[in-house]
């Protein structure tokens, strides 16, 4: 019996791991992605043991992740210079462990895409790079795709895992207006700074309208963004120019306590992107075509 073709579009996170998913339930999935392949965009992710129990459906997965969990939250004011300890919980890999299933993994997220990427090769997926998705035509057992290339390919479905500025999603339901909230992320990855090595604490630091979140991601490599109001920016995750991250790493927030500054002032690839808001569908669907992930339910953070 020939099995049900589904075409994935998107290869970030949302898409890999639903194409295994689709592959072991019998499914012919084939993953299209718009770039030219794995890259080195982006920061982290503080996984957590909600998406880990999802991703230890798939065999032998979970602990194959890189990563660090942290031992400890700890919540810490530096208002007008002065620094204070506000909270501080337990969440070690035993208690979460013991309490939720699952420990909390923080990761860089192109070493974990690229883990979802050989995760998906290896169960006999083929991910087409360079190909991003225009057109979707349905017709009433199929839907045809057409990519930027010229390319077209027909499935009996199509998932829409294209993040933000999902195509999949404008295709089926119009061009939609993003709201700029007024709040700018930035952030970058960074040695551990002396204050938090030999910790593994993932630290929250509020300080004059400002509000940074770091934690580790590797034995060395402390990740860290910062959530502050500033002018609109676009919603990517492109690194910033040279000379407007030599401004942010020597700027006032490189004084901040706790080991803040010293991350900011040794900040690697920093990347600037602003925070919209977008109206929330009723439908995740139409017809044949489905939207996954932040093509269907985009969140700001
Ligand atoms: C380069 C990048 C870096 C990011 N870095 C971070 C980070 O550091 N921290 C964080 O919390 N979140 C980050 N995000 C967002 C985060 O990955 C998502 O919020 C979340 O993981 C949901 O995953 P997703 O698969 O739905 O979307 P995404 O991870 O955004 O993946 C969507 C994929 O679809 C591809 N795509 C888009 N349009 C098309 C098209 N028309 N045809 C084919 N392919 C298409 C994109 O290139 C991308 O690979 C980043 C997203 C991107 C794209």
Redesign the pocket.
């Known amino acids: 019996m020939t099995k049900t073709r589904v075409i994935v579009?998107?290869?970030?996170?949302?898409?890999p791991v639903l194409a295994v998913f689709l592959k072991t339930r019998g499914y012919n999935p084939i993953i299209?992605?718009?770039?030219p392949g794995p890259?080195e965009?982006?920061?982290?992710?503080m996984l957590q043991p909600n998406g880990l129990r999802v991703l230890s459906l798939i065999p032998e997965f979970v602990e194959q992740i890189q990563g660090k969990s942290p031992d400890k939250i700890m919540h810490c004011s530096s208002l007008d210079g002065k620094e204070d300890i506000l909270a501080d919980f337990d969440v070690s890999p035993h208690s979460m462990r013991e309490n939720f299933g699952f420990p909390m993994i923080g990761v860089r997220?192109s070493e974990f895409q690229k883990l979802l990427i050989d995760t998906a090769e290896k169960h006999g997926i083929e991910v087409k790079w360079g190909?991003?998705?225009?057109g979707f035509d349905q017709s009433e057992d199929a839907v045809e795709v057409t990519f930027a290339n010229g390319v077209k390919d027909t499935a009996s479905f199509v998932v829409g895992?294209?993040?933000?500025?999902?195509?999949?999603r404008t295709a089926l339901f119009g061009k939609e207006k993003a709201d700029f909230t007024g709040l700018t992320q930035f952030g970058g990855l960074s040695p551990t700074p002396p204050a938090l090595r030999g910790k593994l604490v993932l630290l929250n630091n509020y300080a004059n309208g400002r509000h940074m979140v770091t934690y580790p991601v590797a034995d060395d490599k402390y990740s860290w963004a910062i959530t502050t109001r500033e002018a609109e920016v676009k919603e990517d995750?492109k690194t910033q120019s040279v000379e407007q991250q030599d401004k942010i790493r020597g700027g006032p927030l490189s004084a901040w306590g706790f080991g803040a500054g010293d991350l900011i002032k040794t900040g690697e690839r920093i990347v600037k992107y602003g925070l919209y808001d977008r109206p929330e569908l009723k439908s995740w669907f139409k017809g044949r075509v489905v939207l996954?992930?932040?093509?269907a339910h985009p969140t700001s953070?």
């Open positions: 579009v998107g290869a970030g996170i949302a898409g299209y992605e718009r770039l890259g965009g982006g920061l982290s992710f997220r190909h991003q998705a225009i895992c294209d993040g933000l500025h999902s195509n999949t995750w996954l992930g932040d093509a953070p």
